[in-house]
């Protein structure tokens, strides 16, 4: 499958993701993460962390580092056309994230075989991966 070439916008309204906190369009507490497709065939995008989501002082909270490295893999699927959930998601934290840091989100596809999808990201700070995440995607269920 090649990657799409339709808006951040439209991939996330076409998949259900316009309340998402992550990247919805439509939740005024979101994020607005939005994902380009990068040359490998994956995503990446930059993210500005804020005091506001910090654990301990100073430090970026984990559970938002696995927050971004989910919705980076999950965009990554998008852009082939393909929407799934997380069913295993496995965190690495490398190295602290400071509040005032500006990540680089890369994902990538590990693996596709339906309906089974594997996939990588990581959050980069300069050349040095601070977190990785590897998981397991699949397809979405439509609601009954």
């Known amino acids: 499958?090649?990657?799409?070439?339709?808006?951040p916008e439209i991939i996330s309204a076409r998949n259900g993701?316009?309340?998402?906190?992550?990247c919805g369009t439509l939740?005024?507490?979101?994020?607005?993460?939005?994902?380009?497709?990068?040359?490998?065939?994956?995503?990446?995008?930059?993210?500005?962390a804020c005091t506001e989501l910090q654990g301990y002082d100073d430090l970026l909270h984990g559970g938002v580092i696995a927050?971004?490295?989910?919705?980076?893999m999950t965009h990554c699927l998008f852009y082939q056309g393909i929407k799934a959930v997380t069913g295993d998601l496995h965190v690495r934290f490398v190295?602290?994230?400071?509040?005032?840091?500006?990540?680089?989100?890369?994902?990538?596809?590990?693996?596709s075989r339906p309906p089974l999808y594997r996939l990588r990201a990581e959050a980069?700070?300069?050349?040095?991966?601070?977190?990785?995440?590897?998981?397991?995607?699949?397809?979405?269920?439509e609601p009954r």
Request: charged content about 20%; glycine content about 4%.
């Open 67 to 72: 927050s971004l490295l989910d919705a980076a």
């Open 95 to 111: 190295q602290p994230v400071f509040c005032n840091a500006t990540l680089e989100l890369r994902a990538r596809i590990l693996s």
């Open 17 to 22: 993701h316009s309340q998402c906190l992550l």
């Open 27 to 48: 939740n005024p507490r979101s994020l607005h993460l939005t994902f380009q497709a990068s040359e490998d065939g994956g995503v990446r995008t930059r993210f500005k």
């Open 124 to 141: 980069v700070l300069g050349e040095r991966v601070m977190a990785w995440a590897e998981a397991k995607f699949l397809p979405c269920r």
């Open 1 to 7: 499958m090649s990657a799409t070439t339709e808006t």
